[in-house]
C-alpha cells in the first residue's frame, strides 16, 4: 500500500524558514512533488524531483526560495522553504507519479499525501 506523509509545517513569521518532510512507503515511483493549496484557490506547483538523477523542476513562484531534495536511504522528500511570505500560506501536499518530470498538474499524479498546513504570518 501506498503512503506519503507529510509533516513539519507550522507557523512562521515571514522572513522565516521551514523545513517539509514526505515520508514515502510502498513503492518507488519516478518522480515526486510538491503542491500547495489556499482556501479558495486551486492546487498549485510547487517543486517536483526525480527519485533517481539530478533533475529538479520548480514552480515560478517559489524558484530562489524554495528547494526539493531527497534521502533515498530514508526513502524521504523534503522541501526547504526560505524566506517564506504570507502568500506561502497554504495547505502543503506531497504527491509521486512516474511520468515526466515536468508534469505540473495535480492530475497527473497519482498518489497524495494527507498534508501539512503552512502559516506565514506578516
Known amino acids: 500500500q501506498v503512503q506519503l506523509v507529510e509533516s513539519g509545517g507550522g507557523l512562521v513569521q515571514a522572513g522565516g524558514s521551514l523545513r517539509l518532510s514526505c515520508a514515502a512507503s510502498?513503492?518507488?515511483?519516478?518522480?515526486y512533488g510538491w503542491f500547495r493549496q489556499a482556501p479558495g484557490k486551486e492546487r498549485e506547483f510547487v517543486a517536483a524531483?526525480?527519485?533517481?538523477?539530478?533533475?529538479?523542476f520548480y514552480g515560478d513562484s517559489v524558484k530562489g526560495r524554495f528547494t526539493i531534495s531527497r534521502n533515498n536511504a530514508k526513502n524521504t522528500v523534503y522541501l526547504q522553504m526560505n524566506s517564506l511570505r504570507p502568500e506561502d500560506t497554504a495547505a502543503y501536499y506531497c504527491?509521486?507519479?512516474?511520468?515526466?518530470?515536468?508534469?505540473?498538474?495535480?492530475?497527473?499524479?497519482?498518489?497524495w499525501g494527507q498534508g501539512t498546513q503552512v502559516i506565514v504570518s506578516s
Open positions: 504527491a509521486a507519479h512516474s511520468g515526466p518530470l515536468t508534469a505540473s498538474i495535480a492530475t497527473e499524479y497519482t498518489y
Open positions: 510502498g513503492r518507488t515511483f519516478s518522480n
Open positions: 524531483i526525480k527519485w533517481r538523477g539530478d533533475m529538479l
